[in-house]
T-cell receptor, first 110, second 115 residues
Framework: SQQGEEDPQALSIQEGENATMNCSYK?????LQWYRQNSGRGLVHLIL?????REKHSGRLRVTLDTSKKSSSLLITASRAADTASYFC??????????FGAGTTVTVRA | EPEVTQTPSHQVTQMGQEVILRCVPI?????FYWYRQILGQKVEFLVS????????KSEIFDDQFSVERPDGSNFTLKIRSTKLEDSAMYFC?????????????FGSGTRLTVV
């Protein structure tokens, strides 16, 4: 399986702090994507990083990818209460379907 | 911003009944998908659909499941005879490039409860 696995499972931080979560996967990928899910709601695409990229930024988000270690990290800088959600990494392999991890639940305290 | 629309948002059905979950993908997208998330578990791939046919399906997507694009805008998932274990959130997604550059756009989901 090439499912992503996130670490930690849960994270609680103060507003303004940075949040970092990691994802590991097992087999080769075309790209790795991060999604956010607010409680009981749909999945929102955050960022996609291709297998030949090492780092990508989008607003307050920074994603890294290390294909030699089969791992990725998502950094949210200057967190806000609205960032409270579950964050999932999903790997996209040669079969063009996403394999999701179990997610990291982030709570941002005001 | 274009959205993927799913209806209904919540459906309760009796075990053994047929249900149809509806999705309107983004209009210029060509690739369509169904995923599901059982409460507290991972999001799981069910099926992908391109050029009016299934391109990939998971082992979950057995003979009880079918998908259809009945017209130019709707994409449906039918569960023929629902079981208790079909209770989950079902997400429709679409993409214009098989997710290779811009990822997938997901709908808000249909919460299916089988009683």
């Amino acid at each position: 399986s090439q499912q992503g696995e996130e670490d930690p499972q849960a994270l609680s931080i103060q507003e303004g702090e940075n949040a970092t979560m990691n994802c590991s996967y097992k087999t080769s990928i075309n790209n790795l994507q991060w999604y956010r899910q607010n409680s009981g709601r749909g999945l929102v695409h955050l960022i996609l990083i291709r297998s030949n990229e090492r780092e990508k930024h989008s607003g307050r988000l920074r994603v890294t990818l290390d294909t030699s270690k089969k791992s990725s990290s998502l950094l949210i800088t200057a967190s806000r209460a609205a960032d409270t959600a579950s964050y999932f990494c999903a790997t996209d392999g040669s079969d063009y379907k996403l394999s999701f991890g179990a997610g990291t639940t982030v709570t941002v305290r005001a | 911003e274009p959205e993927v629309t799913q209806t209904p948002s919540h459906q309760v059905t009796q075990m053994g009944q047929e249900v149809i979950l509806r999705c309107v993908p983004i209009s210029n997208h060509l690739y369509f998908y169904w995923y599901r998330q059982i409460l507290g578990q991972k999001v799981e791939f069910l099926v992908s659909f391109y050029n009016n046919e299934i391109s990939e399906k998971s082992e979950i997507f057995d003979d009880q499941f079918s998908v259809e694009r009945p017209d130019g805008s709707n994409f449906t998932l039918k569960i023929r005879s629902t079981k208790l274990e079909d209770s989950a959130m079902y997400f429709c997604a679409s993409s214009d490039d098989a997710g290779t550059a811009y990822g997938y756009t997901f709908g808000s989901g249909t919460r299916l409860t089988v009683v």
